[in-house]
């Protein structure tokens, strides 16, 4: 990945004179519309990270997936107290999503309403490096001080048990 991504913006948006003028597939669109400057995707793939909240990105096969992987590394995530290692297992979570065809897609709205395509269906786009490695940051917190307790207490299981520890 690009480190250069840590410095770019969330959000790179370009102003058009018509919208539908350049994405003519979208219906409904005001004229001045920001889009972004990334394609527009009509159909998120099975690899893909889907965005939001609810049964659509909850239930979409690449966020199972991607949650899997989430859920393999949190405890060794958790062990870490290096910042810079924890983003390089964020970064490489990102890169093989990406790696099997995974984008990181949110909903493109306008003026705070979703984009319709034809038959009503989402717009979404690829949220970018930054932000998909935040996601999967993110991610891996979660939980963090009850996976933690539950690897003190098997270290006190250990201990109790006559069993030695030892840390590399």
């Not at 690009?2 to 058009?16: E, H, K, R, V, Y």
């Not at 709205?109 to 490096?129: M, R, T």
Request: charged content about 25%.
């Amino acid at each position: 990945l690009d480190m250069d991504i840590f410095n770019a913006p969330l959000n790179d948006g370009i102003a058009f004179e018509c919208f539908n003028d350049i994405h003519p597939e979208v219906s409904d669109i005001q004229c001045g519309v920001s889009i972004p400057d990334k394609p527009l995707i009509f159909q998120p793939g099975p690899n893909d990270v889907l965005y939001g909240r609810g049964p659509t990105s909850w239930k979409h096969t690449g966020n199972i997936k991607w949650r899997a992987v989430i859920d393999s590394w949190k405890v060794s995530y958790n062990k870490l107290t290096c910042k810079k290692e924890k983003k390089r297992i964020a970064i490489s979570i990102v890169e093989s999503t990406r790696d099997t065809g995974g984008r990181f897609l949110d909903i493109f709205e306008s003026e705070g309403e979703p984009l319709k395509g034809e038959n009503n269906q989402k717009v979404w786009y690829d949220v970018g490096d930054q932000r998909a490695i935040a996601k999967t940051a993110q991610a891996l917190r979660e939980n963090a001080p009850k996976i933690k307790k539950m690897m003190l207490e098997s270290q006190m299981n250990f201990l109790e048990n006559g069993l030695t520890i030892t840390t590399e």
